[in-house]
C-alpha cells in the first residue's frame, strides 16, 4: 500500500469506477490539491490487509484527510463540501440542504440499481439482472427529463452536490445499453456538466448492449 502524504488528501480509486469518479471530479471542481491511488481491483488489492485497514468493506472509493479515514462516495461528497466548499454546492439554507440530500438518496438506490448496475454488466460482466437494470434506468432518465424542465441544474440556477453525485452514471448510461437518445433535457444538462470549470471526464469504455 503506497504511503500517505499527510499535506493533502488522499483518494483510493479506481478509474473506471463511477463511484470514485464522483469523488474526483468533486475534488476538482473545488480544487483541491489532491493525491490519487489507483487500487488494483481485477488482481484483488482491495481484500489485502493493508487496504481493508481503511475500509473494512474492501470498496473504493476510500478518501484519507489527515486523520479522516471517508468511504461511500456520497459520504465524501458531504465531508469534501463541509471542508473546502463556502455554500455554493451545499447549500446553507434547509430547503436547499433537504433537496440535495433527495438527490443523494437517488443517487444511492435508483442510480445504483439502474444505470450503475447496467454498466456493471455492460463494462464488466457482472451476473445481474440486465432488462431489469435497463428498465431503471430509463425511469431514472425519464424522471431526471422531467426534473431539468425550465432549470439547467437538477435543483435550480447552479449546479449542486445532487448534479455531482448522478451525473457519472447517467453520462455513462450507454456502456450498459440504456440510450439517452429520447431524453433530451438529461443531454444537454451533461453538456452544461462537462461544461463546468475543473471539469473532469471518466474514461468511456465503448460496449453494445440491447437496450
Given at each position: 500500500?503506497?504511503?500517505?502524504e499527510?499535506?493533502?488528501p ?5 478509474a ?9 471530479l ?28 481503511l ?9 484519507v ?11 465524501i461528497?458531504i ?6 466548499d463556502t ?7 434547509p ?7 433527495r ?13 450503475a448496475?447496467a ?17 431503471e434506468g ?10 431539468l424542465?425550465?432549470?439547467?441544474f437538477?435543483?435550480?440556477a447552479e ?5 455531482v ?14 440510450s439517452?437518445?429520447d ?20 474514461p468511456k469504455t ?6
Amino acid at each position: 500500500m503506497t504511503t500517505l502524504e499527510t499535506s493533502k488528501p488522499t483518494l483510493f480509486r479506481f478509474a473506471l469506477s463511477g463511484n470514485a469518479h464522483r469523488v474526483e471530479l468533486f475534488l476538482s471542481l473545488l480544487g483541491v490539491d489532491y493525491k490519487s491511488v489507483d487500487v488494483d481491483l481485477a488482481g484483488g488489492e482491495q481484500r489485502k490487509p493493508g487496504f481493508l485497514k481503511l475500509n473494512p468493506e474492501g470498496k473504493v472509493p476510500v478518501l484519507v484527510d489527515g486523520d479522516a479515514v471517508i468511504t461511500e462516495s456520497t459520504a465524501i461528497l458531504i465531508y469534501l463540501a463541509e471542508k473546502y466548499d463556502t455554500g455554493t454546492w451545499l447549500p446553507h439554507g434547509p430547503k436547499g440542504r433537504a433537496d440535495v440530500q433527495r438527490w443523494l438518496a437517488v443517487t444511492s438506490h435508483d442510480v445504483a440499481s439502474g444505470p450503475a448496475a447496467a454498466r456493471l454488466v455492460g463494462v464488466f460482466g457482472a451476473n445481474l439482472d440486465l432488462p431489469a437494470a435497463q428498465a431503471e434506468g430509463h425511469k431514472l432518465l425519464a424522471r431526471l427529463d422531467r426534473q431539468l424542465t425550465g432549470v439547467p441544474f437538477l435543483i435550480g440556477a447552479e449546479p449542486t452536490l445532487a448534479d455531482v453525485a448522478v451525473y457519472t452514471y447517467v453520462a455513462h448510461a450507454p456502456e450498459g445499453g440504456i440510450s439517452l437518445d429520447d431524453y433530451a433535457k438529461v443531454r444537454a444538462w451533461i453538456v452544461r456538466m462537462e461544461s463546468l470549470p475543473g471539469f473532469i471526464g471518466m474514461p468511456k469504455t465503448p460496449v453494445e448492449l440491447a437496450a
